[in-house]
């Protein structure tokens, strides 16, 4: 499971264009949440805004109140979601202030088109969304989150939704949908009546967009305008993040070097005669709404436009930077066929090594340092055309129709072509994420995994993107080299050795189809060599996510499923142990009550089994005949600590091998959700979800320190998904001291990761040992964190070693076995 959550906002890529494509969902669904008979609701909706044929340029939503008393809007968004939501489908959220007072209206103005002729009355909140002319969803919502629910089902048990419609052939709506539209009808509540029926509520007809004030566009405007401020790209971008000009009207003049004809459509111009100044871009984007721009490369435009700067979410609290682009465009032809301007061409001495300032806050208004910074220097070069030639890929093709390479293949390479995240004062600098423009009609993303390589030239515009930073949106894209990649396997362990892996499984559920049970068995049977014992994280409930809030917990049938696949690929029969958590606690994806298990094959390892271990009793340790015990097995760790709260509980077990007693922590510590990214226009970026682990690294580390106080000579493994860095405070917590070592840092640096994220090879996953175990192996088993395809997104782990006895001569003597198996190839 991705570790920070994708921020919901506009989708640049051309993911969108499949989307558009999609077969819509069955429309018998449960009803969505009502709005109460008093309070804030949704007027109207009109989604043809600047359409052909249509007289207002902007999509707008109109609120209104139903009672007596005023209605506060602080804190509360407008978010609109496509009418046949599939997987990759976001909502997006524009946020509110003021009230709506009793008997009046409150005017929300949203995308503008290239048409129309009728401007909106001055809004009372303005967003960008370009809504669809004939069908869709928009709720009124309770927070400045956006929504994830893309069921009526799941946006009805969403208590911040105030009111909800659905227009058209809408998915998500309160009962049947309102009538569809087009681009010169909305539809409206004549009544203001909620009877929990989009369709009995609303009706269609001319749009009549009101404001707070009263005012419509009958009312005129200025009857003298403003003329626009006559400006040069580089004075809109200026010499910091943020423009100098923004929320002004311009006119200005450049030439369009590509256009996006779907998702946020629009196009972006350069200038052609550059101001000379390295720290000004010439390169800016127009947006367009639900118009394709009807330009092309090479022609001369004249735009006038407002000044904005775009972000994904709450401009007031957003952790990411802004993209300066123009909205509310008009723009007239010049001529055509003009040259395009040449890219900048981005080598491995381009960027600097250093990321960027760190101010300790927002680095929106220092000036901007291209050649010290290489933040500083996309954003010099924000919205102009660059290009690379035959770079490595480090990070694989996703879902979301992206990739990452690398710009300095020297920096920090991993041992298999990817680029290692050694430190947070060790950025990789030369990371670029590359999209498309190019339709998915005409061609296909390209489907590439670490390594490869992307040959020929890659060329388009770079602009910020909230999820993965600076990004080239590729009109010219070049052609992946395989270059053969291949899912390590390890070795077997030999007959005296104990192989305990981990491995995160990725939201696995009873509801999961078999293929990918069967892709994770055939990775603990061919690639692990069937351990002796796995750690699981992300086991979900027998109904993963389908059941949120139903009562089950129990993961039987996943484990069952799981088990099986194994034995069908040809491995051990496993048993496995684990402990049903509470329901709804323990964070992951809502619904699937995630948590941490055991699997082990009886055949080489025996559990001790002690019972009394629930979802809320903790396990203790005490001596018993100079060794230490379990009073619960397996048993969760101080369950009760708040470091716990909405996370997985770390589970211990007691485990017998050859006579040997060998004690086992299974973990799945909390995410990095909301964390700052490193990216982002805060710097030093704030890791505020760190606090968390760090408590949880001191509990799991205060039980391992009881098992030592009982028995210094216990065989201890600590192993899963920590969530964190070897360099970390968390990591640093559990290894004070030396009672436990971090495997990883046994590696050499090039092979510390187990997962890919934003390009970066990092590693989150990790094994801890005590000083008992002899002769130790490790290996961190690469065969899904590099790949396009995945079973997981996460690589397993695994170690192998001799189970201390507590003897120093009696494991000397057990080492010399184990010497001698390995020379002469016995098992």
Known sequence: MTKRSRVVGRRVGAVTAAVATGVGLMVTAPVAAAVPSTGALIAEVYGGGGNSGAELTNDFVELATVGSAAASLDGFTVQYLPASPSASSRWQATALTGAIEPDARYLVAQGRGAGGTVELPTPDAAGSIAMSASAGTVALVASTEPLTCRTAADCAADARIVDLVGYGGAVVRENSPAPGTNNTTSVARPELTDTDSNA??????????????????????????????????????????????????????????????????????????????????????????????????????????????????????????????????????????????????????????????????????????????????????????????????????????????????????????????????????????????????????????????????????????????????????????????????TRAQRGGELAIATYNVENLSARNEQAKFDELARGVVDNLASPDIVTLEEIQDNNGPDGRGDGVVAADETMARFVDAIAAAGGPRYEWRQIDPQDLTDGGQPGGNIRVGFLFNPDRVSFVDRPGGDAVTPVEVSRERGRAKLSVSPGRIDPANAAWEDSRKSLAGEFVFRGRTVFVVANHFASKGGDQPTHGRFQPPNRGSEEQRVAQAQAVRGFVDDVLAADPRANVVVAGDINDYSFSPTVRTLTEGGALTALIDTLPEGDRYSYVFEGNSQVLDHVLISVAPRGVDYDVVHINAEFAEQASDHDPQLVRFLPGTGNPALDAVNELIDWLERIFGRR
């Open 200 to 489: 009995a509520d609303f009706t269609a007809g001319a749009p009549s967009p009101t404001n707070t004030a009263g005012e419509t566009p009958d009312d005129g405007g200025d009857p003298d305008p403003e003329p626009p401020t006559a400006a040069r790209i580089h004075d809109i971008q200026g010499t910091t993040r943020i423009s100098p000009l923004a929320g002004e009207r311009v006119g200005v003049t450049g030439v369009v070097t590509t256009t996006r004809n779907f998702g946020s459509r629009g196009f972006w111009m350069q200038d052609p005669e550059s101001d000379d100044d390295p720290r000004t871009s010439e390169g800016i984007f127009v947006y367009s709404g639900s118009v394709a721009p009807d330009v092309a490369p090479g022609d001369e435009v004249t735009v006038t436009a407002t000044v904005k700067e775009y972000y994904p979410d709450n401009p007031s609290s957003s952790k990411y930077q802004s993209l300066t682009e123009l909205t509310d465009a008009q723009w007239t032809v010049v001529s055509g066929g003009n040259p395009v301007p040449e890219p900048t061409v981005i080598t491995q001495e381009t960027l600097p090594d250093e990321l960027v300032a760190q101010p300790g806050g927002n680095i929106e208004p220092l000036p901007l340092e291209p050649d010290r910074y290489s933040l500083d220097f996309w954003e010099a070069h924000e919205s102009e055309l660059i290009s690379v030639s035959d770079a490595r890929v480090v990070g694989p093709s996703s879902q979301y129709n992206e990739l990452y390479v690398t710009t300095k293949p020297e920096q920090n390479p991993s041992v298999r072509g990817g680029t290692v995240y050694q430190g947070y004062d060790r950025p990789n600098t030369g990371i670029l994420k590359i999209e498309s423009l190019i339709p998915f009609a005409e061609r296909p993303f390209p489907q590439a995994n670490t390594g490869d390589v992307l040959t020929g030239l890659t060329a388009g515009p770079v602009e910020y993107d909230s999820f993965g930073g600076y990004t080239l949106f590729a009109s010219m894209l070049g052609e992946v080299k395989d270059n053969g990649l291949a899912r390590e396997v």
